[in-house]
């Protein structure tokens, strides 16, 4: 049925009490689940969400953009963690305790990670973001898959604030 139900399957059956969530299309950069962990020692920590470098040849008409937007998305994500506002994690690479995440609404699209992060903080449990837990996403090389990535992931977005009045980032 989708990315939702593969997803409610695996927290369902995993039994561990710490999740590791990647995509499959992403390199992790040496350390970077490691750099994640120390933030649960803290039991108030839902989620911790990991650093997205864009990997794109500078000779790419969208490198100049995606490596700008990867760099800005840092930025926002370490203020809203400094501010203690975090709430959306990456799908390229986070953690989260098993508990702090209830099943997916059926039909989720292009935004388990968005509602995963907010079913987190509205349990009551703190998001970080972690810099040094870096993951390297291969990014879009021409429009139609430039287009298609943003398509899915405004669609998330159009969905978060549909269902829960969340404005887009």
Excluded at 8 to 32: H, P, S
Aim: positive net charge; glycine residues 8%; proline residues 6%.
């Amino acid at each position: 049925r989708g990315k939702w139900s593969a997803l409610n399957i695996i927290l369902k059956k995993a039994k561990g009490n710490i999740i590791v969530q990647t995509d499959g299309d992403v390199i992790l950069a040496k350390g970077a689940i490691k750099a994640l962990l120390p933030h649960f020692k803290d039991s108030k920590v839902g989620a911790v969400s990991g650093r997205p470098v864009p990997v794109i040849p500078k000779t790419n008409k969208f490198n100049r953009w995606s490596v700008m937007s990867y760099n800005r998305m840092n930025g926002i994500r370490l203020k809203e963690d400094a501010a203690g506002e975090l709430w959306h994690v990456s799908g390229y690479l986070f953690a989260h305790r098993k508990k702090a995440v209830t099943p997916l609404p059926s039909n989720t699209k292009g935004s388990t990670d968005g509602v995963m992060g907010w079913a987190t903080r509205t349990k009551g449990y703190k998001i970080h973001y972690e810099p040094k837990a870096r993951v390297y996403v291969k990014c879009p090389l021409n429009a139609k898959d430039f287009i298609n990535q943003k398509a899915r992931a405004r669609t998330g977005f159009y969905q978060l604030k549909k269902r829960y009045g969340i404005p887009p980032r």
